[in-house]
């Protein structure tokens, strides 16, 4: 199975890497995405949370409506995930090739 991730390519900032996990030259890319993964995905829920506050009408711009909108759209997306799982015959678990 491959992956993909941002990743550093000699002095510039590719948009998307890819890594083989059973290939041992690309462990390192691996322990590098492992290292960044939870603080990106933090900053990209904040810049999200935002963009949804200033989204909203003045009248509207309180800590339970950006609640809210949050879920909804969280919601949202992974009901989306799961029908593609399903109209793509992608495995629900990575680690179970049998789908």
Known sequence: MLAGFFMRNDESWSMFGTFDPDD???????????????????????????????????????????EKEIRRLTDRAIANLREDIAAFGMPSNPSDDSN
């Open 24 to 66: 041992p030259k690309d462990a390192g890319k691996l322990s590098q995405f492992r290292r960044f993964a939870a603080p990106m995905m933090d900053q990209q829920i904040r810049a999200t949370i935002n963009m949804i506050w200033m989204a909203l009408p003045p009248e509207r711009q309180t800590a339970d409506e950006v």
